[in-house]
């Protein structure tokens, strides 16, 4: 999908929205970027439930972060907003939101929401963020999660937030640095072969599922200083949110990780399997993969 060329803008001043409007039924564009995860309407449904799985300890960051009344604040790679219209309900009326999304999709469902609830201060903007142009020092608070490990560039990413944060204004991220470590437990063998062609093909889009390893060494390059670095995991058992919340994953990937022969349809058969018998399991657990949660300033 070709980005818009944003022209340049006064310090202070956003872009204007994207073109308003929702995207109806959600269906495909001929221009549109494929997302590795995909941006159909099982996609966004997947999402809307994982922020709702991972919403408490957001919040908890953009607090430390200094998200409040009248904040700025810049969502990188928002994607449909669920995030967004979160970090809206907390800077209020005198704050503002700027999302920025390469998938037009998404975007058109977060300019629908923003429409209907009235929420006036909060802008979107269709762009790579590798590439976005951004109105320097403008922004109180930067925030991504998940967004990182899926770059070829992430570097470009982090300087173009850096370039546009005030001084003193924070980046919070959330990323994962050990992705292969999340466990089930009993252990299943279709489980790890699972989690290994993710990360496999993870790879192989130009990700990095263990990127939190290098961020605080890329933020400070881009002359961020690291104020915080926060292991992230949660456990759950059977029936919890955490315990269902990888499997709404794999509902929508195991399918394209089968048709593009990283794995197996019989793993695939094998992890549903596993999956259901430890379901009935009391004994059963499962660890979500090592995230970081890092807060960053500029001087």
Do not use: N
């Amino acid at each position: 999908m070709g980005r818009l060329s944003w022209v340049a803008v006064p310090k202070g001043r956003f872009p204007e929205r994207t073109r308003r409007g929702t995207v109806s039924g959600m269906t495909t564009q001929p221009s549109e970027r494929e997302y590795v995860l995909g941006t159909d309407d099982g996609e966004l449904h997947r999402l809307g439930f994982q922020h709702r799985a991972w919403s408490a300890s957001a919040a908890a960051l953009w607090e430390r972060a200094g998200v409040h009344l009248g904040a700025r604040v810049l969502d990188v790679g928002c994607g449909p907003g669920f995030a967004t219209l979160d970090l809206a309900r907390m800077v209020g009326e005198t704050g503002s939101v700027h999302g920025v999304e390469v998938s037009e999709r998404f975007l058109g469902f977060l300019r629908g929401r923003t429409e209907h609830l009235a929420l006036p201060h909060v802008t979107t903007q269709l762009d790579d963020v590798q590439t976005m142009t951004l109105p320097a020092e403008s922004f109180d608070v930067a925030w991504c999660r998940w967004v990182l490990c899926f770059l070829s560039e992430p570097d470009a990413a982090i300087a173009r937030v850096a370039a546009a944060l005030r001084r003193g204004g924070r980046f919070a991220i959330q990323d994962y640095y050990r992705y292969e470590a999340v466990t089930m437990a009993p252990p299943s063998s279709a489980f790890a072969r699972v989690v290994q062609a993710v990360h496999r093909s993870w790879v192989a889009s130009g990700g990095d599922p263990d990127i939190g390893q290098r961020l605080p060494q890329m933020l400070e390059r881009a002359g961020l200083r690291v104020r915080e670095v926060t292991p992230l995991v949660r456990m759950g058992r059977p029936g919890s949110i955490v315990w269902d919340w990888p499997p709404t994953f794999f509902r929508q990937y195991l399918p394209r990780l089968v048709a593009k022969g990283f794995l197996a349809p019989s793993d695939a058969d094998a992890y549903w399997q596993d999956l259901a018998d430890r379901s009935r399991d009391p004994a059963a657990f499962l660890a979500t993969p090592p995230m970081v949660e890092i807060l960053a300033e500029k001087p």
